[in-house]
């Protein structure tokens, strides 16, 4: 058992990612939304960065509050979230040196097509309302991501509180696994246009609420700050701030979902 310790030891004691953001360091840790993974973006992203750079892409996809957690540790290079409020936290507090504007698609409101409690075209904070007045199943995130931040402030808006009710379930897993559970539960949820367009074929679940400004979801990529961490790949990070406010980055993100899908994921904003 200590020979192993020992092993590991020394191999994270000659890894690129221990020795400091130098020019041989061509190992990149990439902490981001599920949005981004669930939707299919950065499958389609990251091996264009990495054919052009060189770079290897560690890809770690949590909700946008663990995001920031793991950041503030230490433990990623770059962020890609949808938090603008704890983002500007992160910044003034230190943790980040560099924040880009990336791309933006919208909040929605899904749910059966029968509706039960009848929130079609309203705006989110009356939908929530008509939610909890007829205790209609709602399944939430849970996770302190950015889309569990909006909702829990739409929660607020209409000054109610339905965390504990029997009828509200908390998933504490990604907008996915979230979309799928409201399926199998014939309940809402408040979910990202691009992460629900690609799952739309695998649920029975329909857009209800849309349109209204309040449901702006807005992206920005985060360098962490080397005076913090060291160990942080400051020139890989840099990098792939730069490949996805390219150009050519933006236009993957304004191409992306538009054969399979009649219609765009993510509207690129860098420009």
């Not at 539960?185 to 408040?190: F, I, Q, R, S, V």
Request: contains cysteine; proline residues 5%; hydrophobic residues 40%.
């Amino acid at each position: 058992m200590k020979k192993v310790l020992v092993l590991i030891l020394i191999v994270f004691l000659i890894s690129p990612t221990a020795c400091g953001a130098d020019s041989t360091n061509l190992n990149l840790l990439l902490v981001s939304t599920t949005s981004t993974q669930d939707s299919g973006l950065l499958d389609v992203l990251l091996p264009v960065f990495e054919d052009e750079t060189g770079y290897s892409v560690q890809l770690v996809s949590t909700g946008s509050g663990q995001a920031l957690k793991i950041a503030e540790e230490g433990n990623a290079d770059v962020i890609l979230l949808h938090s603008p409020s704890a983002e500007e936290d992160f910044m003034e507090q230190g943790f980040g040196v560099d924040r880009r504007l990336v791309m933006h698609n919208d909040f929605v409101v899904v749910g059966p097509a029968q509706d039960p409690a009848n929130i079609k075209e309203k705006n989110p904070v009356e939908a929530l309302k008509s939610i909890y007045q007829t205790q209609a199943i709602f399944v939430s995130r849970g996770d302190e991501s950015g889309t569990h931040v909006k909702e829990l402030n739409f929660w607020k808006q209409a000054g109610l509180s339905p965390v504990g009710q029997p009828w509200y379930l908390e998933t504490g897993q990604g907008q996915g696994a979230t979309l799928s559970i409201a399926d199998a539960k014939d309940g809402y949820a408040l979910t990202d246009r691009g992460t629900f367009l690609a799952y739309r074929a695998n649920v029975n679940l329909t857009v209800l609420v849309e349109g209204d400004s309040s449901l702006l979801n807005i992206y920005h990529v985060i360098t962490v700050n080397p005076e913090r961490w060291p160990q942080i790949n400051l020139k890989g990070a840099r990098a792939f701030a730069d490949f996805i406010t390219s150009p050519q980055g933006q236009q993957i993100i304004r191409e992306f979902g538009v054969d399979e899908y009649n219609e765009p994921l993510f509207f690129p904003d860098a420009e």
